[in-house]
């Protein structure tokens, strides 16, 4: 079995379009979904960084297992700073397989290798153990609890606030 990561491209679309529409599973019960924008306006921008790729500051990862899609990454710079933010989606099916980590810890090595930055971060509810698992596995450090940040539910939740740093 070979993983691999590589920017999504125009193929690739059809294929995250149908997991995000066809299937409710796969944004998780946790995610504020992908920044908190709705399934079309994260189809959109997927394009919009395959046309205009110097504009935008979020980018697309598609995980592959042995050449077929199995997930999503994504890494988002926030304007005038120098970190990078990191997402991740497994389609429900292959969870709890290793994959979660595996590609996160191939996705960190690729981001400092090629973003030129030495922090890496990722939020994460509270209550989102295998979020926080895959991080803590891939070698980020829970830096901070960000009190009520998620109303979710009927209910506030709180978040953590991973790093890590490339030394
Ligand atoms: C988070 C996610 C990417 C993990 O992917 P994965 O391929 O299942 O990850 P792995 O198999 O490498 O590891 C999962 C870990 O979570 C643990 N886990 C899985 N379900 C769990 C549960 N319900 N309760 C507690 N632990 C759980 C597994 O035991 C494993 O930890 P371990 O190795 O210490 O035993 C996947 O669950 C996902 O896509 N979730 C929906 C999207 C999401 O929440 N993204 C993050 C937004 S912040």
């Known amino acids: 079995m070979v993983l691999t990561i590589r920017e999504l491209n125009y193929e690739d679309i059809e294929t995250l379009g149908s997991w995000l529409i066809s299937d409710p599973d796969f944004p998780g019960d946790f995610s504020p979904f992908a920044w908190e924008i709705s399934k079309e306006s994260f189809l959109s921008k997927v394009q919009e960084n395959l046309t205009v790729p110097k504009t935008v500051e979020v980018k697309f990862y598609t995980v592959q297992r042995d050449g077929s899609p199995i ?3 994504l890494s988002r710079k926030p304007e005038n700073f120098d970190y990078v933010e990191v997402g991740y989606y497994i389609q429900p099916a292959e969870r ?3 994959y979660g980590t595996e590609s996160l810890r191939q996705f960190t090595d690729f981001l ?3 973003c ?3 922090r890496l971060e990722a939020g994460t ?3 989102n153990v295998p979020s926080q698992r895959i991080l803590e596995k891939a ?4 830096e901070a ?3 009520k940040t998620l109303f979710r539910n009927g209910k506030w939740e709180d978040s953590y606030l991973y ?3 490339r030394e």
């Open 112 to 114: 400092f290798k090629t």
């Open 71 to 73: 997930g999503v990454m």
């Open 116 to 118: 030129g930055v030495l």
């Open 145 to 147: 609890i960000r009190r």
């Open 96 to 98: 709890h397989k290793g």
């Open 163 to 165: 790093a890590l740093i």
């Open 139 to 142: 070698g980020f450090t829970r």
């Open 125 to 127: 509810s509270s209550l």
